[in-house]
């Protein structure tokens, strides 16, 4: 059997473990019961599947979605690995070619759907097929508690003991509850070797604004990475809509996805979403499970999620390659108080209701955190010690100030006042504003009455948002959301405790951000060409970009740029199947970049118009097949494209001169930003 090191680096081109992989791989291979829990994107499906190279027999992958099973499948057989998958989608075909796999005792992973083990069919196929090793993947499909609960998942346990094999469970879900259930209806409750690892997701950048704009902040943030792949969630189904239309009207290519469509329509979202180079889906959390594309380059929140967890979750989806990820989340005092009714009003019994306000207030002690981000949500999980230079925190520190004397005098307008009132009234009578309503209750004779007028109402605001995300208080159902003091704000109150507030910073965005590229300048067109070879071959053979290389490959490719086939060996994602079946083609786009740069370059490098000459050829790359990626493809020639870099004139019609009709439709805006940007 070869050692698993070695099938790291061959098969699947690594050359290192990810942390914790190595253990839960020894684990599984050495036939232990296993439970791990990593995040999303930890590098799960390797801990199954290398140790099923290492195994005779049938490895029994169980997993709840059709098109990731199939996605899998395909990985590995580009690895060069007998994998096959039974389910609904399959032809008949592709169902022969798993039966002869399976009995001439070639196939190594044998992927099904959950549903599938209903049968007895099934289990007596499985039984035949020298099954020695079930890996559940998603294990916390069987909580019921979750919302992702699938009942065929209870049917595991049972085929475990059936065909006496033992048995590996992964899951991101990190809760204690969850964690039991799984233990108990997997493993009839005999606790396997458990793995919890690493909740750091190092190359995800983390970052919270109040909303002040909301719609523009997700226009720019999207703006400032355009082409790439991105989530947008939202808080409602409507606002889905909504906003993937005001993306698509800046130029974005954009849909929306919401658990209201017809299966059909999201299911076409899912595929397509999968498949090309950036598309933003503008979705609800319905958006969740079925995701499993590995380049997502953004998440962005434009509404508050409803917990630490659920924030985790969804921001977890973005890098999963291990290349840089952005994420946005917005809120403000509408986003608390929707979260804080969905808990009071929801289907929760009581004894939960209490849990999920705390699960909330840990996501809001995140956005209202005064330093380190990294490291308040990574506390959240129990670690410490986190190293991080990756969040907004820690780019720009927060501006703070001691807040203690102004909660106060808000806590004793809200005291004063019985509990009764929501912010706004609260600031008119801190702000000494005698509005109808002031003058009507005879709150300007109280003493609060004009005592904060060392803040406007904007920071007022501010402060209450704060003392809302502190959970000092919360807005009340049964009064209409009046804010009432909760227990932790006793101690500020008797002046036993101090609070420290931030002061929001309202950044305008005076000018359009910079195009956020993942390489430096020099390597960016060399990614793109490496980006159009990679499409070109994925079209080709049917299957997402991502099968062929990950983002993150490519870019090392760029950035190390490897001359023979033997540097490119040393690249991480690319094992020896792949590089003997792309690494000569994707030489061949490196030494072109390198070395004979087309003619019409050569005559403008080392002048502005030779970095002109390369943002375009980007942007036309981008372009390529239309801004939705299912246009015919297009190009402009070499030559078309220097005149274009040396255009004085910035305007349609003489580009239109230059181009021709077709391709000034499909070109013409963008190449007149990169030559106005220019
Ligand atoms: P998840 O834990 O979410 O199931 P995956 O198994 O899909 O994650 O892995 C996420 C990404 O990490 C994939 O693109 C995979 O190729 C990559 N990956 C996994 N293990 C390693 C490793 N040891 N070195 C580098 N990349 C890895
Ligand atoms: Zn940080």
């Known amino acids: 059997m070869p050692h698993p090191n070695e099938l790291l680096r061959d098969i699947f081109g690594f050359d290192v473990f990810r ?48 098109a990731l099973m199939r996605d899998q499948v395909r990985a590995l057989q580009e690895a060069g690995v007998c994998a096959g998958a039974l389910t609904s989608a399959n032809t008949e075909d592709e169902t022969d070619a798993v039966w002869s796999a399976i009995e001439k005792g070639d196939l190594k992973l044998l992927y099904m759907a959950p549903e599938r083990l209903a049968t007895t069919a099934a289990r007596d196929m499985l039984r035949r097929a020298h099954v020695s090793l079930i890996a559940v993947d998603e294990a916390h499909c069987v909580s019921q508690w979750g919302h992702d609960f699938r009942p065929d998942y209870l049917r595991i346990g049972e085929l475990r003991r059936l065909l006496d094999v033992p048995l590996a469970a992964f899951t991101a879900t990190a809760d204690k509850e969850t964690r039991a259930e799984i233990v108990e209806k997997l493993f009839d409750g005999i ?11 190092p190359n995800i950048h983390l970052a919270f604004a109040v909303k002040n704009g909301p719609r523009r902040q997700i226009l720019d943030f999207a703006d400032a990475r355009k082409g790439q792949s991105g989530i947008v969630y939202t808080a409602t189904r409507a606002k889905t809509e909504t906003l993937a239309q005001a993306l698509r009207e800046a ?103 209490g849990a999920d306000h705390g699960r909330l207030n840990a996501l809001l002690g995140l956005a209202e955190a005064l330093d ?93 948002r704060q003392m809302m995300g502190h959970d000092l208080v919360r807005p009340d159902p049964e009064r209409h959301g009046a804010l009432r003091m909760t227990d932790r704000a006793r101690p500020i109150l008797r002046d036993e405790d101090k609070i420290t507030l931030r002061r929001d910073t309202i950044k305008q965005a005076l000018t359009r951000p910079a195009v956020k590229t993942l390489v430096s300048e020099e390597d960016a067109p060399l990614l ?43 690249i991480s994602g690319v094992g020896a199947k792949k590089l003997e079946r792309y690494g000569a083609d994707f030489l061949t786009v490196i030494a072109g970049e390198v070395e004979s740069l087309h003619p019409s370059r050569r005559k403008l490098a080392g002048r502005a118009e030779g970095t002109v000459y390369d943002r375009l050829l980007q942007v036309q790359a981008e372009l390529a097949r ?53």
């Open 251 to 353: 130029g974005h290519s954009a849909c929306y996805y919401h658990g209201g469509m017809n299966p059909d329509d999201r299911r076409q979202v899912e595929t397509r979403f999968q498949r090309e180079d950036g598309l933003i889906v503008v979705a609800t959390v319905a958006f969740g499970m079925g995701i499993d594309k590995p380049d997502i380059r953004w998440v962005a929140h434009a509404d508050l999620p409803k917990s630490i967890e659920a924030y985790y979750q969804e921001i977890g989806r973005a890098g999963r390659d291990g290349a840089p990820a952005e994420t946005l989340t917005l809120y403000g005092p509408d986003d608390i108080r929707l979260r804080r009714s969905q808990i009071d009003e929801g289907f929760a019994p009581p004894e939960r209701r």
């Open 372 to 464: 380190c981000r990294r490291a308040s949500l990574l506390q959240y999980f129990g670690e410490t010690g986190v190293t991080c230079g990756k969040c907004d925190l820690c780019d720009a520190p927060a501006d703070v100030f001691d807040g203690t004397t102004a909660v106060r005098k808000a806590l004793s307008a809200i005291l004063r006042t019985g509990e009764y009132f929501g912010a706004g009234h609260l600031i008119d009578i801190l702000l000494g504003t005698e509005t109808d309503k002031i003058k009507a209750r005879g709150h300007d004779a109280l003493p609060t009455f004009g005592i904060g007028k060392e803040y406007d109402r904007r920071q007022w605001q501010a402060i209450f």
């Open 626 to 678: 239309g801004p939705d990626g299912c246009d015919k493809p297009m190009s402009c020639s070499a030559s078309l494209l220097a005149k274009v870099a040396q255009l004085k004139t910035h305007d349609d019609g003489a580009l239109t001169r230059i181009l021709g009709d077709r391709r000034a439709e499909r070109f013409g805006a963008a190449f007149l930003n990169v030559l106005r940007e220019a």
């Open 19 to 66: 942390p914790g992989q190595e253990q839960i791989v020894e684990a599984v291979r050495t036939g232990q019961n296993t439970l791990a829990i990593m995040p999303t994107g930890g590098g799960k499906s390797l801990c199954y599947q290398l140790p099923a190279l290492c195994r005779p027999g049938v490895t029994l992958v169980i997993s709840p979605l059709i």
């Open 528 to 570: 793109s060409a490496l980006k159009a070879k990679r499409r070109s071959l994925a079209e080709a053979a049917k299957v997402p970009a991502y099968i062929i290389f990950n983002d993150r490959t490519l870019i090392e490719m760029a950035e190390t740029r490897p001359a023979t086939l033997d540097d490119m060996a040393s």
């Open 191 to 201: 606790a396997p070797q458990s793995f919890l690892h690493g909740f750091d997701r």
